[in-house]
């Protein structure tokens, strides 16, 4: 019998813009302390996690950093080429906040799911952690 669970890890932040439609998506630092704004792929430092509901701004932003979490996500790795991913790949932040398969050494997530090239889905990742070192590949 399956079953599901475990330790997550959420904060409470405030939603520096209206998030109310990237539930589900990374999200990063804002600009002022305790507060997020959507991430991409180029957001320094990482993204902190997956959204895990849709405030508009100043409300309360709960963010997943650690653990099981649905993720809006697409199948084309980030450098365009579409390519569909399974189970176990890594999973990184895309432009648009989605996850997108890691094509890099850097990844937030790893796939607990399929999804077919190019289309967008929500899935189940396992949420590592901002910034976490996937490793060397040989």
């Keep these: 019998m399956a079953t599901s669970g475990g330790m997550v890890i959420d904060e409470s932040f405030t939603a520096a813009v209206d998030l109310s439609a990237y539930q589900y998506m990374f999200v990063a630092a804002g600009s002022v302390v305790g507060e997020v704004a959507a991430a991409t792929a180029g957001s320094i430092p990482q993204p902190l996690g997956i959204l895990q509901n849709d405030p508009r701004a100043t409300e ?3 963010v997943r950093l650690f653990g099981l979490s649905k993720l809006s996500a697409c199948g084309a ?5 579409a390519s569909a991913l399974n189970h176990g790949h890594w999973m990184t932040c895309g432009s648009n906040s989605k996850g997108y398969g890691a094509n890099a050494d850097i990844a937030q997530a790893v796939l607990l799911d399929s999804i077919a090239s190019a289309a967008a889905n929500i899935v189940t990742v396992f949420l590592v952690g ?3 070192v996937v490793g060397s590949r040989y």
């Design 130 to 132: 901002p910034g976490t």
């Design 77 to 81: 790795v980030i450098t365009g080429a």
């Design 60 to 62: 309360t932003a709960v």
